[in-house]
């Protein structure tokens, strides 16, 4: 997708949310998409690529923005985004949270930057399904200290203006919770908007 496009398509029906993947690389943000859609991943790129998912029974159309994790938004004023959600993966060892760390400090500064308004995030904390085959074994209170320190970058950055979900991207259940989250966070959104 052109960059430019991230002004992105605005000719978008009412009843459509515009929701941004954002977070780390290998974090499972195009998977999730995948699931969603049961349609493959994109090959790598450093462009934003773009996809589209219905709701059962006519319900609200979500446009998707997969933006890698080295953009940036240079430029950019997102407008009109309903929806953002962030994924962080599970460490795979217990040094390497730090990055992960840091890495959503940097993209909740940007997006709080660029998107305008911010609205709610729905944080996922991916694979978490591995932690055994990742090392971790019965030290999940560890790995959970580490995801609190994510939690309080989110905190820093956008206040509480997020819910948090451990999921696996390529379970349909799981990822249908991420997606009803943001729906959810949208139309309490647009209701209080409404009341005011």
């Known amino acids: ?3 430019e496009e991230l002004d992105f398509v605005e000719e978008e029906l009412e009843t459509s949310i515009k929701v941004l993947f954002v977070g780390p690389s290998q974090s499972g943000k195009s998977t999730i998409i995948s699931t969603l859609t049961s349609s493959p991943p994109p090959s790598k790129t450093l462009s934003v690529s ?3 998912y219905s709701l059962p029974g006519g319900g609200e ?3 998707l923005y997969d933006t890698p994790s080295s953009f940036n938004f240079q430029g950019h004023s ?3 985004v309903g929806g953002i959600i962030l994924a962080v993966d599970l460490p795979s060892s ?3 949270y730090e990055s992960a760390v840091k890495g959503a400090g940097v993209l909740l500064g940007v997006l709080k930057r660029r998107v305008d308004p911010l609205p709610p995030a729905v944080v996922c904390f991916t694979r978490w399904d591995e932690a055994d085959e990742r090392g971790w074994g019965d030290r999940k209170s560890e790995f959970s200290e580490a995801y609190r320190e994510v ?3 989110c905190d820093a950055f956008i206040g509480g203006m997020y819910s948090v979900v451990r999921m696996d991207c390529r379970v349909e259940k799981d990822v249908m919770g991420v997606v ?3 729906v959810g966070n949208y139309r309490n959104e647009e209701e209080e908007e409404e009341e005011k």
């Open 94 to 96: 217990s040094s390497s």
């Open 1 to 3: 997708m052109d960059m």
């Open 78 to 80: 997102c407008k009109n």
């Open 61 to 63: 159309r979500l446009m």
């Open 151 to 153: 939690l309080d970058t």
């Open 180 to 182: 009803e989250k943001v």
């Open 50 to 52: 773009y996809n589209e």
